[in-house]
């Protein structure tokens, strides 16, 4: 009773449109009391309608009513505050617009805790209760509160919805079973959830096994990061240790080659001064003995003359400065400049070449995504394949868009090319391949080599699958088999006038499937392509490719 006390205390008191305690409160003309900015706000929605009317009992006002604030209420109101109120419990919390109603409450309804199946209604906790008590109703399902309870029942004869008709894949009731879903494949509801959840489990078995494929694979693609990372960061240590070396080398030969230079000019200028301070001293002597000759020459006593000549000091030796004085040539320092330069040539030659190698050196960060398994998956990585006329064998047909080639017996008048097939029917495609890209080759009659080859393959004796440049799965009406480098490879698998051809050039992955209702595995190559690559076709006598 002090319970139910509380709740009728919180309605007399509580606003009906935002459904708690009133603030402002305004009582219409009807007698109903709202929270001032409530009621304003829903008239304020009414002004087009020109006609105003009471939330709860519906009764119209013209003109629009001018509302004053109901003072008494207002302060019952504050005075219920600082009492306490206490806050309603939670089976007596109403239903709000997005709440499920109870569908037994009457007037203000009590926001619903489960919804019956069987009944296909939807409860409070307190009307709720004999699905507890009562044998007969413990015997239904009860769910979450749901707003879809309606969709249980058949619109045409009123009854829940208890079978399911697989032949029309919808739910039906007893009577649709026998009237207009009669002779169809039916079953209870439940037995088709069963299976139904079967198959859900089955799927979401699959889901999480790939999402675990998915970490892991995520997992391993951060390790190789983490290692390419490493990598590099080594490798740019390493450079720039050996860049330092080099540096530190080149300066100590330079210093080496300054102080060659210097101690060499040094010996050569002493060398030179030398020889310079012996012929200034000869010159000197020289100098003197021509004075003394030539104060003789003017001598007048004859016999002076004679007697003083051969009192005279002996013929000087040779002169220092003959051309037997090996003085080094002036360009001695110019040969040690172009040796240099020569030098330096050579190692600027090492370096570029060496250089190519390393920026040529590419660093294969991430591996090759997982191959497709579905024809579906496939497609996301298509490529369109057009042929290329100027390799086509002259006994090939090409259609205008290079979609399609066929064998002709008569040759076509194409013109001469350096890219053209000369000894065998076959044909490359334009497009260079390279990356991850897939495509079908349709075919009929006789026999036809699907191929992928480099563009460098013999134009004259370059058979598909005859060289180390070339791959070809060999289709015919009743086999299929491999061949690479003349090696020739059985292939099992179902036979189609349509095949797959998925090619992973980074991962070095080449596969072919047979295409129907299904994707099959024919073959694949794992190995390594050092050329981009491109699609090709050999055609055997009467039939075509497209």
Not at 53 to 64: A, D, E, G, I, K
Request: net charge negative.
């Amino acid at each position: 009773m002090a319970q139910r006390g509380v709740q009728l205390e919180r309605e007399t008191f509580s606003c009906s449109i935002c459904l708690d305690l009133l603030k402002d409160p305004v009582t219409t003309t009807c007698g109903h009391s709202y929270c001032m900015k409530c009621i304003k706000g829903f008239w304020d929605g009414e002004d087009e309608k020109e006609i105003h009317s009471c939330p709860q009992c519906r009764q119209s006002f013209t003109p629009r009513p001018v509302l004053l604030k109901n003072t008494m209420l207002a302060a019952l109101v504050e005075e219920l505050k600082k009492t306490g109120l206490p806050a309603a419990p939670a089976d007596l919390c109403y239903a709000g617009a997005d709440d499920v109603a109870c569908d037994v409450c009457t007037g203000r309804k009590l926001r619903a805790c489960k919804s019956c199946l069987q009944c296909v209604a939807s409860y409070c906790d307190q009307h709720l209760q004999p699905h507890y008590d009562a044998a007969p109703l413990k015997k239904h399902k009860l769910v979450e509160p749901s707003k879809e309870l309606q969709e249980n029942i058949c619109s045409r004869h009123d009854e829940v919805k208890k079978l399911f008709c697989r032949t029309d894949q919808q739910s039906i009731c007893y009577i649709c079973s026998v009237d207009e879903h009669k002779g169809h494949d039916t079953v209870s509801a439940a037995t088709e959830r069963t299976e139904r959840q079967r198959e859900l489990e089955g799927s979401r078995l699959n889901i999480q096994q790939r999402i675990q494929d998915g970490e892991k694979e995520v997992k391993r693609l951060q390790r190789e990061v983490q290692a390419v990372n490493g990598s590099a960061d080594k490798a740019v240590e390493d450079s720039e240790e050996t860049f330092t070396e080099l540096i530190r080398l080149v300066q100590k030969r330079s210093s080496d080659v300054k102080q060659q230079l210097r101690s060499q000019q040094e010996r050569e200028v002493s060398g030179v001064r030398e020889l310079q301070e012996k012929l200034e001293q000869e010159i000197s002597e020289l100098k003197r003995r021509d004075a003394e000759l030539e104060l003789l020459s003017h001598t007048e006593d004859h016999n002076q003359f004679l007697l003083s000549y051969p009192s005279l000091p002996a013929p000087l030796s040779e002169a220092t400065h003959s051309s037997s004085t090996n003085i080094r040539p002036l360009s001695y320092f110019e040969d040690v400049t172009a040796a240099l330069s020569a030098l330096r040539d050579k190692l600027q030659d090492v370096l570029r070449e060496e250089w190519t190698h390393v920026s040529s050196t590419e660093v294969d960060v991430l591996l090759s995504a997982a191959e497709p398994a579905s024809r579906a998956g496939f497609f996301t990585c298509s490529q369109e394949i057009t042929l290329d006329p100027n390799t086509a064998d002259t006994q090939l047909l090409l259609s205008e868009g290079g979609r399609k080639a066929t064998f002709m017996e008569q040759q076509q008048p194409y013109s001469s090319h350096s890219d053209r097939f000369t000894n065998y029917a076959q044909v490359l495609s334009r497009e260079s391949l390279t990356g991850r890209c897939y495509w079908e080759v349709e075919w009929r009659g006789g026999t036809v080599r699907v191929a992928v080859a480099y563009k460098n393959i013999s134009r004259a004796g370059g058979a598909f699958g005859n060289t180390d440049k070339s791959w070809a799965l060999i289709c015919s009406q009743n086999s299929y088999s491999f061949r690479y480098n003349r090696i020739l490879t059985s292939v099992s698998g179902p036979l189609s006038s349509r095949v797959g051809v998925y090619l992973d050039h980074r991962a070095g992955v080449l596969s072919f499937y047979s295409v129907s209702e299904t994707t099959t595995l024919l073959h694949r190559v794992q190995t390594t392509f050092t050329q981009p690559l491109h699609a090709g076709v050999w055609l055997y006598a009467w039939w075509s490719h497209s």
